[in-house]
Every structure is written in C-alpha cells, then in structure tokens.
C-alpha cells in the first residue's frame, strides 16, 4: 500500500503541473477555504488524469484529497509567513527561534503542512535536543502547534 502510494504521489505530481493555475490548486497554496466546487474540480483532474476511482476513494478516506494535493503543491511561502505574523507581532526573538521559524516555514513552502510531532525530530533537533520546547516557551509551544493545524486544508461551510 505504502509503494502505491509513493508512485500514486510521484504521478500526481507530474499531472498537476498543467493545473498549478487553477482556482483549487492556487486556494490550497494559499490555504483559503475550498468550495464544494473546487473539491469536485480536484476530483475531475485526478479521474481525467487516469486515477481510477478506487485510488481516489483511498485518498478521499486516508487524508482527503485536498490535503494529499496540498501536500503535493506546497504553500505559498508569502501566505506560510502570513500564518506566523500575529505570533512574530510585537516580539523580539532568538536568532535560533527565527531560525527554527524558517525551517518551519521552509517545511510548509515544500510540503504544505506539517505534522507538529515533526517539532521533536531532526533537523528541529539540531537547534536542542528536546525540539521546539528547548527552543521556545511553553506557551509559545502551544501557539505554534495552533498555528500548524489551521494550515490544513479545509472547506468552506
């Protein structure tokens, strides 16, 4: 299962490039809200691609789609920035803590989102062994994993 999904994922990648202007494709970058619209947009270019409905049904339960293309496309660096400026708003931080928010936000530009258990392993490791709490305040711990969740793709009500 673990071997389709990687070659599910090396495949998608290469029929999204047509598509990286498209409406859905650019609200998932951005991480605004999809429509019911935009979630039947992705479906049609995955099926018109060749995915068959049985790999798209995996990826509409495992994840959802919207989050397996997000992954896939990334964010926006301008809109993962944007998602840490009420947490940067008024505050003087560490060269590492602006360093670690770098990396983090490195991470969101590749990847899209990021799993905040992620927070505990290298290379967030590599600024203190115990990961994000070594690096910032309990509190500030709390806000960042906030943070991390509202980057998930989501639909509009």
Do not use: W
Request: net charge neutral.
């Amino acid at each position: 299962m673990a071997r389709c999904l990687i070659l599910l994922r090396r495949k998608a990648r290469v029929f999204l490039r047509p598509h990286e202007n498209h409406i859905a494709v650019l609200k998932l970058k951005r991480n605004e809200p999809l429509t019911t619209t935009d979630l039947k947009e992705l479906e049609r270019i995955f099926l018109e691609a060749g995915i068959d409905e049985a790999a798209l049904g995996t990826l509409q339960t495992d994840s959802g789609l919207p989050h397996f293309v997000h992954s896939l496309v990334g964010l926006d660096r301008k809109a993962a920035k944007r998602a840490f400026t009420e947490f940067l708003d008024g505050r003087k931080l560490t060269a590492d803590q602006l360093e670690f928010l770098d990396l983090v936000i490195d991470h969101l530009t590749a990847r899209g989102v990021m799993d905040p258990k992620l927070l505990y392993e290298a290379p967030f490791t590599d600024f203190d062994s115990k990961g994000v709490e070594g690096v910032f305040e309990h509190a500030d711990v709390v806000r960042l994993v906030r943070i991390l969740r509202k980057i998930e793709p989501r639909v509009a009500a």
